[in-house]
């Protein structure tokens, strides 16, 4: 068996290497979740973009390289060894992109990954309500009918990326007569629509990437529900699993952090 990688794949490395070294003042500082960082990581997410490295594996139709995943793989390692930081977009390229092309439209899908690749959209994770944590299928906000769309109601809770994003996806109960994992409607909203309310949740840091969302009436139109009325659980687990699988796939990222913690012991001594 030949384990060394073939010519194309040591060509991406060697790319990657180089436009990580030559780019190196614009790799963010600071962490997303504050104002000035998120700053930092919207522009990063731009250079990646130009250099064609944002979401390789996408087809290219979407901004992406129809890259395979060894690329994705050889990609990572080259990318978090060189201190490259966790990407703002995460929550859109890596949790709400795999459930679109598992369960949306072709409408939704140009619509929406071309300005997620280049990272001008941002999405915020609204799961969680303030008595639905990890029993997500007990949350309360609703959805009703109306003409042409639906409106929502309601509150989310612990929001990641809220209040810097431009963009939320989450879950609504649009039957409350159905079984608690039915009856479940799930939702793209614009940040901005009228009648939502971000407000951000300082952590002890002072960081506030976290944000509560209300919504009084907001307006969502038929073409931003994901997969079908009352299905949504479906469409969710398929971004949960997602979720849960970011760090599982993204090993780089912990041999990087690993071999970052040796470097720092060697250089301040034995521990005692």
Do not use: C
């Amino acid at each position: 068996m030949d384990l060394n990688f073939d010519d194309e794949t040591l060509a991406l490395q060697a790319e990657v290497r180089g436009f990580l070294a030559a780019n190196r003042d614009s790799i963010p500082t600071q962490s997303y979740d504050n104002a000035e960082g998120f700053a930092q990581h919207r522009h990063w997410d731009h250079v990646l973009f130009d250099a064609g490295l944002s979401v390789i594996t996408w087809p290219k139709k979407y901004g992406g390289r129809d890259a395979p995943l060894l690329h994705w793989v050889v990609f990572e390692e080259a990318y978090f060894r060189a201190g490259a930081p966790g990407r703002a977009s995460a929550n859109g390229t890596s949790m709400l992109a795999p459930t679109l092309f598992a369960h949306g439209t072709d409408e939704q899908l140009n619509r929406i990954l071309p300005k997620m690749a280049s990272g001008e959209q941002i999405w915020a994770q609204a799961w969680s309500e303030p008595e639905s944590g990890s029993d997500l299928a007990s949350l309360r906000s609703t959805a009703t009918k109306t003409d042409g769309g639906w409106l929502l109601n309601g509150q989310k809770i612990w929001s990641s990326r809220a209040p810097f994003a431009d963009m939320g996806f989450g879950l609504f109960r649009s039957d409350p007569a159905a079984l608690r994992h039915h009856g479940l409607t799930y939702f793209m909203f614009d940040l901005q629509a009228q009648g939502i309310t971000v407000r951000p949740i300082v952590q002890l840091g002072g960081d506030t990437g976290f944000g509560e969302i209300f919504f009084d009436d907001v307006f969502v139109p038929d073409e931003d529900v994901i997969g079908a009325p009352n299905d949504g659980w479906r469409a969710a687990m398929s971004t949960s699993s997602n979720e849960r699988g970011m760090s599982l796939r993204s090993p780089a990222r912990f041999l990087a952090a690993a071999e970052r913690l040796v470097a720092l012991w060697r250089h301040n001594g034995s521990p005692p």
